[in-house]
């Protein structure tokens, strides 16, 4: 087993709320550093989808982490590396599903239309 | 205590908007969604202004909690219907708080804001004024809430329920995925401890699943044995006062306690046995 990831000293605040769009991966960090980033935006006609979740899944749809989009249609996640599923719902049962890859040190830029 | 005591869906909240003795209540930790858009006629708490103390590490004491309760303008005799965003951690924190503090009618509001927002609800931003009460709250009950101490005492002996993810469990993160990696000096589980991640209780549009599928997973899949005492814990023990919703207040198992302290306090213990890797 790896040892936990030590990169961030950061604050959040302390607490494990999603804030919309995810925390600011520069904010926190001010580089992906250490962390296995996945960050996109969700769209739909061109526009950014504002109300809406996305959740990131493990093997066999296990839950990870879920946030709210942000204004922007955007959302962050701070992951383990491996292969993960991103899956984005949003009103009237719209639904997207990716599959991403990630690694400690780098962004995974995954956009989504709708 | 069943389900239906507890537990209400969207279509009842909205049939409730405006009754006089039901104070709808929005819980988060970033009050921000609040201000953008909420139930209409709800109010808002904030997890870590309003409900933590702001020097020692600990709830607001009675005195606060009345304060608050007071200036927000809820009553004794009032039905408070809490949700929240996160589906509905930080609602269910709330939930066992008010609990903690003895409120009487307090009810949580099936799939919380995320459903609400799913089924394309009314949202409002116009922030009620409601005339301040003198409330009165009881004295903590002890029953419902774990220290540390307990905590180690109960290894082995009760049953323990992480409710994190796998891979903070397992040691892999020391925090959600949507957050940087951060708080407590070691990672790892409270031996003995099984893990069933909150989120197993929930659908994905936040709703809680029926209470035979979640008898099936705490006592079936998890192997925990019903007639022990429970401890729940997660990070903060938000996620876990989810869990004890399920357990306590969906499945009425008698004595479930939240261990608020949870990893950020276990994990910077010093002494403390730790455990690393899957459960054995």
Known sequence: MSGANPASTAGTGGGCGAPAGGVSASAATGTPGGQAVVEGRVTREGAPVATGYARLLGTGDEFVAEVPLGDDGGFRFFAAPGSWTLRVLAPGGLRAERSVETDYGHVTRVDVTI | ?280
């Open chain 2, 1 to 280: 205590m069943s389900r239906s005591d507890v537990l209400v869906d969207a279509d009842w909240a909205e049939s409730r908007i405006g009754t006089p003795g039901v104070v709808i209540v929005e819980v988060d930790e970033d009050t921000s969604a609040y201000d953008k858009g909420h139930i209409p006629t709800a109010i808002k708490i904030d997890w870590k202004k309003d409900l933590q103390d702001p020097v020692r590490r600990d709830f607001v004491d009675k005195t606060g909690f009345e304060a608050l309760l007071s200036e927000r303008g809820i009553s004794n005799d009032d039905t408070v219907l809490l949700y929240g965003g996160n589906n509905n951690w930080f609602a269910a924190y709330a939930y066992w708080y008010f609990k903690l503090y003895g409120h009487e009618k307090v009810l949580l509001l099936d799939g919380g804001r995320k459903k609400w927002e799913l089924d394309s609800r009314e949202l409002s931003t116009d922030v009620p004024e409601r005339p301040k009460t003198d409330y009165t709250a009881r004295e903590q009950d002890s029953s419902l809430r774990t220290l540390r101490d307990e905590v180690v005492a109960a290894i082995g002996k009760r049953n323990l329920v992480d409710v994190r993810s796998p891979d903070e469990f397992t040691g892999r993160l020391l925090a959600p995925a949507h957050l940087p990696q951060e708080q407590a000096q070691r990672a790892g589980h409270i031996p003995t401890a099984r893990n069933v991640p909150w989120s197993k209780a929930a659908n994905e549009d936040g709703t809680f699943r029926s209470d035979s599928e979640l008898r099936s997973l705490y006592e079936g899949e998890a192997g925990l044995d019903f007639g022990r005492e429970t401890i729940a814990y997660c990070r903060i023990g938000e996620r876990s006062a989810h869990t004890w919703f399920v357990l306590h207040e969906l499945l009425d198992l008698p004595d479930v306690k939240n261990y608020d302290g949870s990893w950020t306090e276990y994990g910077s213990l010093v002494g403390v046995p730790i455990e690393l890797g899957e459960a054995r």
